[in-house]
């Protein structure tokens, strides 16, 4: 292994790091505030992509297509939460787990029945077409860069959101302990609204992001989200820095584990291993810390 | 049992057809009343006695489900071939049953007992995962009934485990890459790195594609099926020195492969093959530009040059508005090789010994070109090197670059028991 | 349980009187593919119920059941190539690795609850999923054919549909007994009482923790036991049959039939298997569908079909 290898694969551990960030903070936001586990959550993150390719046909400005991507996103997520939600979170899990994977099939077989089965094109902004010298040998994707950066912009966003509004501080109340608001005089009923929605766009600018990466197509959010739910649990539910970790963590440790494993152990015990980390990781975590990494409540 | 069962009560079972295709509305292709009449008339004489006077056809695909593109597809090809048949297979009315395999391989087996033992159809053919095909064949062998596999099968199937009510009219595995490996040698390839998705097809298509090839294989790598991000494999690539790969990825997958080694900047520098599992028509819209000048190998593609190819071409295309792909393909040649089996055998495929001889004919003309079975029921046909390129329109099309093996077998027949 | 008024009881007893007598009649109409939606019936029964000892009583929501499932598939797979095929060999095997399994993962799952409890469940079945996923001479994601089917004593083979559909019957018959003797049991009293109100439990001097782990090894291996029916069913095992998702169709059955009353989970078995061979006949899209009839069934049907028949629906 060279050193423009492990470079350039910390920075593609660091990229899927970030999108999983983007998925696991809604995670942890909707469980940390209305106390809602949302297995539709990878369905939000599809919806982003499937609504960037539909307006990129309509819309040859890539910003605007963003935005529109976006703000369909959001009425998708006032209707659900509206609709489906909102009982939800009084409710125990198991009707939570089970609602929430009744709205995923069913989300995930509507676009089907809207734009067919086969997957949608969507192409990256042309001044993000291109690649960037990372040493003298090695070239990297501007896209992917780009994908790094979003992502760690809307991170840093939410940090303000949280840590300097007023919103942000009832957030956090909530997050920390869900009676406190409504203790507080706030109007929970927007407050919720306003979380769902902004966990929805979360997972939905990950959506539009890795649209030009991968196949958009029914139930891409999916696999995102087991890992999502995985990095959730060994960072602490409710715990935003437990959630940028274990992303970063799982990203990294998923980037290079995939060359480790197998050297170590031979293609096939080294391919079980690599494909099963996440999950070994998260047992041996619970094993050690119940409740994850940063978690200072049980769930 | 089953057969027994099933002459004897041919007769009250043909008559009451005409009422189930009325009550089973969506899922039964009545395909025309007035043959449903025809089959009940047609009782009355004892000529029918031997030969059914309607057939019930069984297609099985996954029509739902994540690899329901696979099936969207196959029925493109197969409602063609209704269309091209007129209502009759081999000169008899028939009806069609269809099932839906979910791309599950047990719910692929719950469907087969519905198409078997409730709707007891006579034939059987589609099915779209490599999975299904291995769940599948032992409980239509246990029926002994004869089926048609649109898709491409497993080695064991080929070998060890073939049987004889298996018919694969699509390919095995590793017969659709193989060839791969001398052209790519032919095409200045000196080291290859070999690549696929980690299940059975993946390793035989990357071991068939190492077969020929002269120059150093730098990397056999697999990646786990839901992977979408190879990101860290084209670093890999890259960092290996590689100045050829050959990288087997079907569906989502694929489509996530070619746009990231496009965007990677890798495109003209290192050289990409494949078989047509990786860039074919129904990944065209989602690939985009990003998919030319790709190398595929292939069995069947929509520029091969025959007069029942550019039939079937020009129908699909004024039906679907855009090429065939392979799976389409392959669906339609299915129904042909039953039709002419049936016709062979005047209608009377209760005579199992003189239908699976006729199977064995394949007397048909096949929209790729030579086509005839090997002992083992596998193809033995041709395949081809083809690239994508760009049409004046912009859409995206295989053209023929070479034909890579003439009237070739797989390589598992000897395995199997059937001589 | 709760006392039911007599009436809900008696509505009850019919039912279930009925649909027992409808599934002992199909299999001698020579139907062989309604005779293994009977069998398939009684594996899925079987299956929720041994989930239901976990999500009903003790509170335990587990998004891995498919796990123990699946190690049940492949023993009744596996040990016909060491030439053993006696279900009294097989069953009592798979039941053991299953327990085994369920016993080790549980010393650290149990550690976990709430959320935590739901995923590293999860994370466990993904383990197992991966592990038969990688093991290429058993065909790895393609899975294998089963070289041999089951044999009773007296060598009646379960994959004769009829034989399999009266043994599964049998079984559950036996487990909705068992079920029923233990949650009634001390035992059972202290897990419902763990869920329930753990501190108060703990001012007790009792700790849920052991018996919560022996509540969820004999889950496990009752689950195993479903396992070689289904291998028996399809004669084919694979991944398939222990992913993520027949872990939520699991949890789905029991919540559709009513957690925490043995018979509701049954119950949601029997209708989910319906649902998905009439829906999919109806419709290639029925998995729209079946999304839909998830979340009314959570949002509108509280107390689940076992509600809608004892009359306990209201709210």
Wanted: aromatic share 10%; glycine share 10%.
């Amino acid at each position: 292994m060279t050193g423009g290898l492990v470079l350039e694969q910390a920075f593609n551990g660091l990229q899927f790091g970030m999108i999983l960030f983007l998925m696991a903070v809604g995670v942890t936001l909707a469980f940390g505030v209305m106390n809602l586990i949302n297995l539709a959550h990878g369905s939000m993150l599809m919806l982003g992509a499937y609504f960037i390719a539909a307006a990129a046909t309509k819309i040859t400005a890539y910003p605007l297509a963003f935005v529109a991507a976006l703000m369909l996103t959001a009425v998708a997520s006032v209707l659900l939460e509206v609709l489906v939600m909102r009982p939800l979170y009084r409710m125990g899990h198991l009707d939570q787990v089970l609602a929430t994977f009744g709205v995923s099939i069913a989300v995930n077989e509507a676009v089907i029945m809207i734009w067919g089965r086969e997957a949608m094109f969507v192409a990256p902004p042309e001044w993000l077409d291109g690649t960037v010298a990372l040493t003298d040998t090695i070239s990297y994707p501007l896209y992917r860069l780009a994908i790094t950066g979003v992502a760690a912009l809307a991170g840093l966003a939410l940090w303000l959101l949280l840590a300097r509004t007023r919103l942000g501080m009832r957030i956090r109340a909530g997050a920390e302990n869900g009676d406190i608001v409504g203790a507080l005089g706030v109007n929970v009923r927007l407050l919720f609204i306003g979380v769902f929605v902004i966990s929805s766009l979360l997972a939905a600018l990950g959506g539009v992001m890795l649209g030009p990466l991968i196949a958009v197509q029914s139930g891409m959010g999916d696999p995102l989200l087991i890992l999502a739910l995985a990095v959730v649990v060994i960072g602490g539910v409710g715990s935003l820095k437990g959630a940028l970790v274990a992303s970063l963590a799982v990203g990294l440790l998923d980037t290079f584990g995939r060359m480790i494993w197998p050297h170590l152990m031979g293609n096939i015990i080294g391919n079980i291993v690599a494909n099963a980390s996440v999950y070994i990781l998260m047992a041996l975590v619970i094993a050690v810390r119940p409740s994850g990494l940063f978690g200072n409540h049980a769930a | 049992m089953h057969p027994m069962v099933r002459t004897s009560v041919s007769a009250a079972r043909a008559a009451m057809s005409a009422a189930a295709c009325a009550a089973r509305s969506s899922k039964v292709v009545a395909l025309s009343a007035t043959f449903a009449v025809g089959t009940v008339l047609g009782l009355a004489g004892p000529a029918q006695a031997q030969a059914p006077a309607s057939i019930r056809l069984g297609f099985i695909a996954a029509m739902s489900g994540p690899l329901s593109v696979v099936g969207a597809e196959q029925k493109r090809g197969f409602d063609l071939a209704l269309d091209h048949l007129g209502g009759k297979l081999g000169g008899v009315p028939f009806e069609v049953v269809q099932g839906d395999s979910k791309a599950n391989p047990t719910a692929t087996v719950q469907e087969l007992s519905r198409l078997i033992d409730k709707d007891r159809v006579d034939i059987l053919t589609g099915l779209s995962t490599s999975n299904e095909l291995v769940a599948a064949i032992k409980p239509i062998s246990d029926a002994k009934l004869f089926f048609v596999g649109m898709n491409g099968g497993p080695a064991v199937l080929a070998g060890e485990q073939c049987s004889p009510w298996y018919f694969n009219a699509s390919f095995q595995n590793g017969q659709l890459t193989a060839g791969m490996g001398a052209y790519m040698s032919k095409a200045g390839v000196k080291k290859l790195y070999l690549m696929g998705m980690d299940y059975e097809a993946g390793h035989e298509h990357t071991e068939a594609a190492k077969k020929g090839f002269t120059g150093e294989v730098v990397a056999h790598a697999f990646t786990p099926i839901p992977q979408v991000d190879f990101a860290a494999d084209i670093a890999r690539i890259r960092a290996s020195g590689a100045d050829g790969v050959f990288a087997f990825y079907p569906g989502a997958p694929g489509i996530a492969f070619v746009r990231q080694w496009n965007q990677a900047g890798l495109n003209g520098k290192i050289a990409l093959f494949s078989n047509i599992a990786l860039s074919e028509p129904t990944v065209f819209q989602a690939q985009g530009k990003t998919a030319l000048g790709i190398v595929v190998s292939a069995n069947y593609f929509a520029a091969i040059d025959n007069p029942r190819n550019r039939r079937f071409v020009q129908d699909f295309r004024a039906k679907f508005g855009r090429d065939p792909a392979s799976y389409a393909g392959l669906a339609y040649d299915s129904m042909m090789l039953i039709d002419a089996a049936v016709r062979e055998v005047k209608g009377n495929i209760r005579d199992q010994a003189a239908f699976r001889a006729a199977l064995r004919h394949a007397n048909f003309e096949s929209v790729r070109g030579p086509f005839r079975f090997n002992t083992n029921q596998q193809p033995i046909q041709n395949t081809y090197v083809t690239q994508v390129d760009q049409r004046p329109d912009g859409s995206l099309w295989l053209r023929q670059v070479s034909v890579s093996a003439e009237n070739a077998p797989d390589e598992f027949a000897a395995k199997c028991s059937m001589k | 349980m709760q006392p039911e008024s007599n009436l809900a009881s008696r509505r009850l007893a019919i039912a279930l009187g009925l649909l027992l007598a409808i599934a002992l009649v199909v299999p001698l109409l020579g139907q062989p593919y309604y005779t293994r939606l009977v069998a398939r019936m009684a594996i899925f029964g079987i299956a929720a119920l041994s989930l239901d000892l976990l999500v009903g009583y003790a509170g335990l929501v587990s998004f891995g059941h498919a796990a123990f499932f699946g190690i049940g598939v492949y023993c009744a797979g596996l040990l016909p190539m060491l030439g053993v095929q006696q279900v009294w060999v097989i069953v009592p095997v798979a039941m053991l690795v299953a327990g085994l399994y369920g016993a080790l993962s549980g010393l650290i799952s149990l550690r976990a609850s709430g959320l935590y409890f739901i995923f590293i469940t999860l994370a466990f079945a993904e383990i197992v999923f991966y592990i038969a996923q990688g093991l290429r001479m058993l065909g790895g994601d393609d899975g294998f054919r089963l070289p041999a089917p089951t044999l009773l004593p007296g060598g009646a083979s379960l994959a004769n549909p009829v034989v399999l559909a009266y043994t599964m019957l049998g079984a559950l018959v036996l487990a909705v007994w068992f079920a029923r003797r233990l949650s009634e049991s001390h035992f059972g009293q202290v897990v419902v009482a763990a869920r329930d109100n753990e501190t108060r439990l703990r001012a007790m001097g009792l700790s849920a923790y052991p018996y919560r782990l022996v509540l969820y090894t004999i889950a496990s291996a009752l689950c195993a036991l479903a396992g070689v029916g289904f291998a028996n069913l399809v004669e084919y095992a694979s991944p398939a049959s222990m992913s993520w998702i027949v872990s939520g169709e699991f949890l789905f059955m029991v919540i559709l039939g009513s957690a925490a009353t043995i018979i509701g989970p049954v119950l949601g078995a029997v209708v989910f298997v319906g649902l998905e061979q009439i829906l999919s006949a109806l419709t290639e899209h029925w998995l729209f569908w079946l999304g839909i009839i998830l979340v009314l069934r959570v949002l509108l049907l509280r107390q689940g079909l076992y509600g809608l028949l004892t009359g306990r629906g209201q709210r």
